[in-house]
């Protein structure tokens, strides 16, 4: 069965360090990864997604991500937090053959200290 | 304004009394679906809908219902609540698919089941 983890249920970091949320996942094909932040209050935003090619992606508000096969690891990244990311930040696997299943890993609550 | 709505925001009820949550989008978009949000369990996928008159159980269906009669809609409907479905609930849609396309979430709809 597919299934995405997130080690870290809480991490707390200082503005101005460097960032890095964990994600592994379980799926026998190649995965269709995506991270996904909620701020207080908010619903689901997209940060970033991988689905083929390059195995470092790109996202909004300046935070990447690696795919690493061998790991089974899509780890988020990002090399100085702001205080407004503070938010919980969720990992996700698309799986099936339909490709409409979705399945979140149960997120990583990230506070920012000033 | 491209937006997903929920009706109602906030709605508490008690055991057994029928409820819809409606779900609105106004982006032609279709693929919609429906998730749950518990603390500590992240979102759970509950149906999803690839186009109009196309549904598919996601992780957690048991308890409800979806129809997708008309493209912009997609209601869940809780036929017997039961105090086990209290949680957040989200609706989502993209314009095909959730891989290739940025799926938008609705605001959220708050379910207390007493």
């Known amino acids: 069965a597919q299934s995405v983890t997130q080690p870290d249920i809480h991490i707390t970091v200082s503005e101005g360090a460097s960032l890095e949320l964990r994600c592994n996942y379980s799926y026998g094909a190649t995965p269709y990864l995506f991270w996904y932040v909620q701020s207080p209050g908010q619903g689901l935003q997209l940060l970033l997604k991988?689905?083929?090619?390059?195995?470092l992606v790109q996202g909004i508000k300046g935070f990447e991500a690696e795919f690493k096969r061998s790991q089974s690891s899509f780890n988020l990244r990002k090399p100085s937090v702001h205080w407004s990311d503070a938010a919980e930040y969720f990992c996700a696997v698309v799986a099936g053959s339909t490709l409409g299943r979705l399945y979140f890993g149960r997120g990583t609550q990230l506070t920012v200290w000033p | 304004e491209a937006q997903v709505t929920q009706n109602p925001r906030y709605l508490i009820t008690v055991t057994g009394k029928k409820l819809t949550v409606t779900c609105s989008q106004n982006?032609?978009?279709?693929?919609m679906s429906w998730y749950r949000q518990d603390p500590g369990l992240g979102l759970r996928q509950i149906y999803y809908s690839m186009n109009v008159e196309v549904t598919d159980k996601g992780d957690v269906p048991e308890g409800y219902k979806v129809s997708r009669k008309e493209k912009r809609n997609f209601p869940l409907i809780l036929e017997s609540p039961s105090p086990n479905q209290t949680s957040l609930y989200f609706c989502?849609?993209?314009?095909?698919?959730?891989?290739?396309?940025?799926?938008?979430f609705g605001p959220g709809t708050r379910l207390t089941v007493t």
């Open positions: 991988y689905f083929s090619g390059d195995t």
């Open positions: 989502a849609s993209s314009l095909q698919g959730i891989v290739s396309y940025e799926q938008y």
């Open positions: 982006m032609n978009h279709e693929y």
